[in-house]
């Protein structure tokens, strides 16, 4: 196994981006030689003793083997991934090729948290929040106990897929429950805008998708679920006469009736993509793979 290694020492880097080798030596043991890219010449090799998630640090867990027994846990994201570009998805997650990511949105977090508040104090009474109330939704909160898990980051709602023998999870931020039982999957969005909150736009077809796949993940789990799902958008205003130190929103609820019955075909062909020894094309519509394409041409 080849790859690149960063060390670091009291919070800085003190080694990064050095090539090297991995050798499984057995007892649980290891060796890195590290060296250069271009050439098979190491340094002195460098023994090590691998965390306890089958042979990489902690903080990079090891990729797809092809055949592998051991069940491969999927973030709903990295279906998206896959949904946008299989060539990242296999750079990532057969690889190892960590696919760039994204700086935290820590406001939209801070909305997300306070919306959570404001239902869970509705939800620990069994009432219905005025919003439902004003959009005419005979649902209110639901309860569970394994709620807090379903929400939590990296831990979510778990089905394991006999089929692909695939872990999936998925962290939401909300259910509704109405009278006939069923689960109503809500997710909290943040924006600021001018323009009417809709779904239509082009972009917003993964905030679709995404509900679908919680729709799934419940129903995998053997629950009840409804189609419709709900978009909580908190709109920060932008027509005060001043900050002040605040942001006022107008928070709107959108319906959503999804459909789940792309996720079966999904995951058969995203197992077919990891089980293969060829790198799919470059995504045509896929910014990072543009991006490196036209960087190749740079002389």
Not at 49 to 63: E, H, I, L
């Amino acid at each position: 196994m080849k790859g690149y290694l960063f060390l670091y020492k009291r919070g800085e880097v003190v080694l990064s981006w050095r090539y090297y080798k991995y050798k499984e030596m057995g007892n649980n043991q290891g060796q890195m030689d590290f060296g250069n890219n271009n050439n098979n010449e190491n340094s002195n090799p460098v023994k090590i003793k691998p965390a306890a998630n089958n042979g990489f640090s902690s903080w990079r867990r090891r990729p797809y083997e092809p055949g592998q027994k051991a069940p491969f846990a999927l973030s709903r994201s990295k279906v998206d991934m896959f949904l946008k570009c299989p060539r990242c998805f296999y750079l990532d997650q057969r690889l190892g090729i960590k696919h760039p990511s994204m700086p935290a949105f820590t406001l939209n977090t801070a909305v997300d948290y306070l919306l959570k508040k404001e239902f869970d104090a509705r939800r620990a009474n069994g009432q219905a929040h005025p919003l439902m109330t004003a959009y005419g939704i005979d649902a209110i909160p639901a309860q569970h106990n394994e709620l807090e898990i379903w929400r939590e980051n990296f831990k979510g709602i778990r089905v394991l897929h006999p089929a692909t023998n695939f872990e999936l999870f998925g962290a939401i931020d909300d259910l509704w429950i109405n009278p006939q039982g069923e689960y109503h999957i809500v997710d909290y969005k943040a924006t600021s805008t001018v323009k009417e909150i809709t779904l239509d736009d082009q972009w917003k077809q993964w905030y679709k998708i995404q509900a679908e796949f919680y729709q799934w993940l419940l129903r995998a789990r053997g629950f009840s679920v409804n189609d419709v799902a709900y978009f909580v958008f908190a709109n920060a205003v932008k027509d005060r006469k001043a900050f002040d130190g605040k942001l006022e929103f107008a928070v709107t609820v959108i319906e959503y009736k999804g459909s789940d019955k792309w996720v079966e075909k999904t995951l058969a062909e995203m197992k077919n993509c990891l089980e293969s020894a060829n790198v799919p094309a470059l995504g045509a519509n896929c910014e990072h793979c543009q991006y490196i394409e036209k960087a190749k041409t740079i002389q």
